[in-house]
């Protein structure tokens, strides 16, 4: 292990806030401090052009690992030596770990969702809706499927999109899965458990925006996530909660996706509360 660790992210704006006030650079370098950690977690924009230049760079200077997000989920996988199970078959890594010398991609979004999910309710043969197909819908919808939903819907506007989704859990998991193509309001299913928003929508500055879901249908008891960061109570949580429902912010799913990747690359567990608290400083909330 080297001297001094180094951690290099390639984050690339995904968040509405100045590189300055980054949240995940904020969130992890607060975990490092309080574990005394003598370590640095940076944050650089990099070209999708010069991402093979940039892995190899982090390797040759003994980095412990990196995030990374889009445009660069997809096209690090060339660069890297090894995929993690469920990185293999979500087809998407946003962290890497150097394990010496060997990079080994994993993704983490969908389990730190998990991580937040269990403290609510354990998924294991429940009904699951998800809202969206992009890549943060991807990573949830295996991830649950693979910890033992019994059926994952995905409500999508773009049906090639979707479909790649539902087949996804259908080749590689245990649940069943079904594409509702998303026209007007949807209405929940009265069987389903879990409604999980993972599309963009409430993201800072759209804080106003709520997916197109027939409210009337969310009935209490029914857990509805949203994996929305900024602003951590989005307005279709609290239009859920209005509906009796229990609901899990994004900022959970952000914290432990840090959490997961700080103990891959230092085998340490870091303070999630002192994350979160970070985290919540940036955001204002
Ligand atoms: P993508 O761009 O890959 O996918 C976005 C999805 O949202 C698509 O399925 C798109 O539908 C759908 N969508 C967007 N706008 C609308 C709309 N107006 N009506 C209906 N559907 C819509 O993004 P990601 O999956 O990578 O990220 C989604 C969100 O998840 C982001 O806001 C990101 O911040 C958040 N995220 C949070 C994390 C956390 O730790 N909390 C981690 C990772 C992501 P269509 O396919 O039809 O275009």
């Known amino acids: 292990m080297p001297a001094e660790l180094n951690f290099l992210s390639l984050l690339t704006g995904c968040f509405a806030t100045p590189v300055a006030e980054n949240p995940t650079v904020a969130m ?12 640095r977690y940076i944050n650089c924009d990099v070209a999708p052009a010069d991402l093979g230049d940039a892995v190899r760079g982090a390797r040759a200077m003994g980095w412990r690992g990196f995030n990374c997000s889009l445009p660069h989920k ?3 996988i060339d660069f890297i ?3 993690a199970p469920s990185a293999e078959i979500i087809g998407a890594v946003n962290c890497v770990i150097n394990n010496e010398g060997r990079l ?4 983490t979004d969908g389990k730190g969702f998990l991580t937040s999910l269990e403290t609510v309710i354990d ?3 429940r009904r699951v809706v998800v809202l969206g197909a992009g890549g943060a819908s991807r990573a949830i ?15 999508n506007r773009d049906e090639a999109r979707g479909k790649a989704v539902v087949q996804l859990v259908r080749a590689h998991t245990q649940a069943t899965a079904d594409l509702v193509s998303w026209k007007g309001d949807y209405v929940v299913p009265e069987d389903a458990d879990i409604l999980i928003n993972a599309t963009s929508i409430g993201l800072f500055p759209g804080v ?3 997916p197109a879901v027939d409210f009337n249908s969310i009935r209490p008891g029914l857990v509805v996530a949203d994996v929305i960061p900024n602003p951590p109570r989005t307005a279709f949580l ?10 899990l912010d994004g900022l959970g799913m952000l914290v432990n996706q840090g959490v997961i990747g700080i103990r891959l690359w230092t085998g340490r567990m870091p303070d999630a509360k002192v994350m979160r608290n970070a985290l919540e400083t940036v955001f204002g909330a």
């Open 81 to 83: 030596d090894e995929l």
């Open 104 to 107: 080994i991609g994993e993704n």
């Open 208 to 210: 106003d925006d709520v």
């Open 141 to 155: 919808a295996v991830e649950t499927a693979l910890a033992g939903a019994a059926s994952i819907t995905v409500v």
């Open 238 to 247: 609290k239009m859920a909660e209005s509906r009796g429902a229990l609901t």
């Open 123 to 125: 998924p294991r043969g």
């Open 74 to 76: 997809v096209a690090v």
């Open 28 to 39: 992890v370098e607060a975990a490092y401090r309080a574990m005394g950690l003598d370590a």
